[in-house]
């Protein structure tokens, strides 16, 4: 499969090219640096330009099969209009490519899955991170007012650590506390959806299971199928 990768060089994107590479996809890593990407792997091709410039998008997705955005604001805590603009570019630039299957990365708490979140995670969203959650859910709710086969992935709180499997799916995910899940295994779950077209129109958010590893488990009918919004999430197992 040949994917184009945008935020290739941030802490999730890196999971998502390592993982294709490992499965024999061809990658081409759209990053702004190229230098940041290292010496890449064999099937790699470094692409520079701006996840917001539709003509550079345009060029770089031609001839893909799917596009998957990791693109982050790291530590920020602006959001810049980043993802309303990029999701903008990212849907003109695919369909002048042709490009028909979008994975696109947002957080828990953002549109209606800020109704499923703890009492704890709706005051660090409501306040520390209200600028980005105000246009990350601009940018999700034009994804899923597109044409594409689009999955749109939910985690909640980030982590470095190791990949643990630890992601189910399911139509809402109830919170307690401020629950985490590895960047790693978010990105496998990113990278499975790239190639799973039986995802599309299903939106995903993920935690750890507690005292053990959930099994996977996807949620119920979503999106156009549904007749309703397009919502489901990811859940530890029993």
């Given at each position: 499969?040949?994917?184009?990768?945008l935020?290739?060089t941030g802490?999730?994107?890196?999971h998502?090219?390592?993982?294709a590479?490992?499965?024999?996809?061809?990658?081409?890593?759209?990053v702004?640096?190229?230098?940041?990407?290292g010496?890449?792997?064999e099937?790699?091709?470094?692409v520079?330009?701006d996840?917001?410039?539709?003509?550079?998008?345009?060029?770089?997705?031609?001839?893909?099969?799917?596009?998957?955005?990791?693109?982050?604001?790291?530590?920020s805590v602006?959001?810049?209009?980043?993802?309303?603009r990029?999701?903008?570019?990212?849907l003109?630039?695919?369909?002048?490519?042709?490009?028909?299957?979008?994975?696109?990365?947002?957080s828990?708490?953002?549109?209606?899955?800020?109704?499923?979140s703890?009492?704890?995670?709706?005051?660090?969203?409501?306040?520390?991170?209200?600028?980005?959650?105000?246009?990350k859910?601009?940018?999700?709710?034009s994804?899923?007012?597109?044409?594409?086969?689009?999955?749109?992935?939910?985690?909640?709180?980030?982590?470095?650590?190791?990949a643990?499997?630890?992601?189910?799916?399911?139509?809402?995910?109830?919170?307690?506390?401020?629950?985490?899940?590895?960047?790693?295994?978010?990105?496998?779950?990113?990278?499975?959806?790239?190639?799973?077209?039986?995802?599309?129109?299903?939106?995903?958010?993920?935690?750890?299971?507690?005292?053990?590893?959930?099994?996977?488990?996807?949620?119920?009918?979503?999106?156009?199928?549904?007749g309703?919004?397009?919502?489901?999430?990811?859940?530890?197992?029993?």
């Amino acid at each position: 499969m040949k994917l184009l990768i945008l935020g290739a060089t941030g802490p999730t994107g890196r999971h998502v090219v390592d993982l294709a590479v490992r499965s024999g996809d061809s990658v081409t890593a759209f990053v702004r640096n190229p230098a940041a990407l290292g010496d890449p792997a064999e099937r790699v091709t470094p692409v520079t330009g701006d996840a917001t410039s539709h003509r550079d998008l345009a060029a770089a997705a031609a001839g893909h099969d799917a596009i998957v955005s990791a693109l982050g604001r790291g530590n920020s805590v602006r959001a810049d209009g980043l993802f309303t603009r990029a999701s903008a570019a990212v849907l003109g630039a695919a369909e002048e490519a042709g490009v028909s299957r979008l994975v696109w990365l947002s957080s828990f708490g953002v549109g209606t899955t800020f109704d499923w979140s703890s009492t704890t995670q709706k005051l660090i969203y409501s306040t520390l991170l209200r600028s980005i959650y105000a246009d990350k859910e601009i940018a999700d709710e034009s994804i899923r007012s597109s044409g594409l086969d689009w999955t749109v992935v939910y985690p909640t709180r980030l982590t470095h650590g190791p990949a643990k499997g630890t992601c189910g799916a399911g139509d809402r995910l109830p919170m307690k506390g401020n629950p985490t899940i590895s960047r790693a295994d978010v990105a496998a779950f990113m990278h499975r959806a790239a190639h799973s077209g039986d995802r599309t129109r299903r939106l995903r958010q993920g935690r750890p299971r507690e005292g053990g590893l959930p099994r996977h488990r996807l949620g119920g009918p979503a999106g156009r199928a549904a007749g309703g919004a397009p919502e489901a999430g990811l859940r530890p197992g029993p």
